[in-house]
């Protein structure tokens, strides 16, 4: 789901792991996927498989 609902928190939408990808993507600059998927699990408090990336 993009959006948080009852079911969905709020750390576990794409908007909230967007961000955290952007912010990646900004302070890294151009990353391959395989990169990006890396930083973004180092950084997340929780795993993130690359359907949600």
Known sequence: MIMPTKIIQPVDSLIVIG?????LLAEHGQLSVD???DKVNKTYHKPISIDKL
Do not use: M, P
């Open 19 to 23: 961000s955290c990808v952007l912010k």
């Open 35 to 37: 990169d990006l998927l």
